[in-house]
């Protein structure tokens, strides 16, 4: 088991990785002080459900905690507004107080909707986040918790930040081998925006992490809680720093979006978004090097790297627009500099958004 | 013109409050480095957007800022989470970005609602107060922002604390009278809680803040922020003092609660539940004088302090189990220790509220 503290002073918190985690939930809850007077809700999927929450409620009620659970259909459609006031409904009359714990047992769809009940209950209540999933390491440090609205993903949220994290990679296990990579292709991330090192300890691992080796996740995910852990601590509120997590989000989101969240999941989309951020760190003079290493790392785990060529040019241009990180008409956009290391470009053209698309669906000139 | 500042540190505000500030709350802005790159939303109601929302467009504009506005029915219906997703869907059509404003201009109601949308669109932008109403004085101080959940009220929100308040007093005399009592309700209750020369100050200009005179509303309206002001930077999430604030609301909040919300408005409730605070601190030993002084204090502004005979003493009391002022079972109460000092008291018990309804009801003795 390892411990990583996200240090935030006053609402720093611990994420706990390893195995068999979810059976010592009561113990953890009563380490880190969270009453036993006030009922503790737990929020889950109905895939998840199933498989967990009876051990976390024995676990929970074995130390002195009384329950409720409120289970939600998996998948996006559960981060909105009718959702979140159902699981509302079942906060209220379970008897939650302002002392109360709200849990997050899944993936990152349950940590946003059950993390933003938590920072909206009677003004802010306790969080505690179960994550289930590879993906989820990644939405679990920061305390970036929405749901979405109709017009736009992620409009509606909080900045609330979890009493601890408790990451049991037994849960990890029954994963499909899709979300798998897709899972895993977040964790590449942090090392390309941060840690050289880690970047290549994922490319030389890449077979044991997708064969769900329990020592290499919870290596890997220590060390890319860690690295979101430390951006985030440094810019808690995405002033600044905090954008370089955006990497491959920002062509990766444009995907998402006119795929209708179904062609691609989020790491595969991220995943082309990286491989054309390196090509245009290349396009802007960086060494060829950096976007081969990118994408033959990327490859190593199964991910794409490529714009498939039915995807309409102008209707990726179009959604990138439309995405509520441009402010001020600014199109940012994160390249690397090389391996572990990006920077925050402003002055990106569209037509050299134009041009990299191009690129990636194998039409346009590799330079 | 006076300037009150709420002392929160990074979060501290001023509090502007005289006349004619309306027509000019685009210099404020400026003043402010509110950006004029990002667009503004200003949320009001269908009673108040007809008399001033051309006022504040207008001078926003004229100092450079592109506004949009949601205009919501009046009352407290507004505060759903329908409504406040009609809201976020303005904002989202209006094209705000990070880096907008939104803004109140209204009474508590559209402040509540405005504060929650500010407080969770894109996870927080800046945010305006313009109170309309003399009850809005309470609820513009403190940062507490929240819509109702059909099963009780206030239950989804947040702390948020405006960039600024601009209090004009031209709003408050097209105020029905009855709104005037009830609004100077909340005024008297922070003279009561906490500043003795301002209750004092109150029974005597009782006639001139009736009349709606200027210079008193304004002197009344900066001393009753202030005193909310002091309590709130000395406890900013309501830990502890800040519950001294409840001085009357929680026999009040039950009144209303059994009354539909209807029979009640907020500072009558709450005025017959200072009463009661009063009469609970005799039964436990303090002077008589503390009830005939509060009640003749609340007397001079036409505010009740008995309990209709129709009402049914122990819904009542069920209604006052149901607020969410009780935590893990203990029923908190604050009483008057003389004008302009409460104490919090969380040993009472069912009994003696039963007989202090008795008693507002002119059935039990007095003691």
Not at 230 to 242: C, H, I, N, Y
Not at 263 to 268: A, K, M, R, V
Request: glycine letters at 10%; a negative charge; one cysteine or more.
């Amino acid at each position: 088991m390892r411990t990583l503290t996200v240090d935030l002073g006053d609402r720093s918190y611990p994420i706990y990785i390893g195995e068999g985690l979810l059976s010592k939930s009561g113990e953890y809850f009563l380490q880190h002080q969270l009453t036993t007077k006030s009922p503790v809700l737990i929020v889950s999927d109905e895939n998840i459900a199933p498989k967990y929450l009876q051990t976390v409620v024995d676990s929970l009620q074995a130390s002195g905690y009384q329950t409720v659970s409120s289970v939600v259909k998996a998948g996006e459609k559960s981060k909105s507004l009718d959702v979140f006031e159902e699981v509302m409904t079942a906060a209220i009359e379970g008897g939650l107080d302002r002392k109360s714990t709200v849990v997050a047992l899944g993936g990152g769809v349950v940590g946003d909707l059950a993390g933003f009940v938590a920072a909206s209950f009677m003004r802010g209540v306790h969080f505690v986040q179960m994550p289930t999933t590879i993906l989820a390491h990644d939405s679990s440090v920061g305390g970036k918790v929405a749901v979405n609205h109709r017009l736009a993903k992620n409009m509606i949220g909080a900045f609330h930040q979890p009493a601890m994290v408790l990451y049991d990679v037994d849960t990890l296990q029954s994963l499909p081998e899709r979300d798998v990579r897709s899972g895993l292709s977040e964790m590449i991330k942090h090392g390309l925006i941060w840690d050289e090192q880690f970047a290549y300890w994922c490319r030389d691992n890449a077979d044991r992490l997708l064969a769900l080796d329990r020592e290499a996740l919870t290596y890997g995910l220590t060390e890319g809680c860690s690295v979101k852990a430390k951006v985030v601590s440094s810019d808690e509120t995405e002033q600044g720093l905090r954008a370089i997590l955006n990497l491959g989000h920002t062509i990766g989101h444009a995907l998402e979006a006119i795929g209708g969240y179904g062609e691609f999941l989020h790491g595969e989309a991220i995943s082309i978004g990286m491989a054309a951020a390196a090509q245009l760190a290349v396009n802007r003079g960086r060494d060829r090097s950096i976007y081969e290493e990118t994408t033959a790392l990327l490859a190593k785990f199964g991910l794409p790297t490529t714009i498939p060529g039915h995807l309409n040019d102008e209707e990726i241009i179009s959604a990138m627009l439309h995405d509520k990180k441009f402010k001020e008409n600014q199109i940012v956009f994160i390249l690397p500099v090389r391996i572990g290391e990006v920077e925050i470009v402003s002055d990106m053209t569209l037509d050299e958004v134009r041009q990299v698309i191009k690129q990636l669906k194998g039409e346009g000139q590799h330079v």
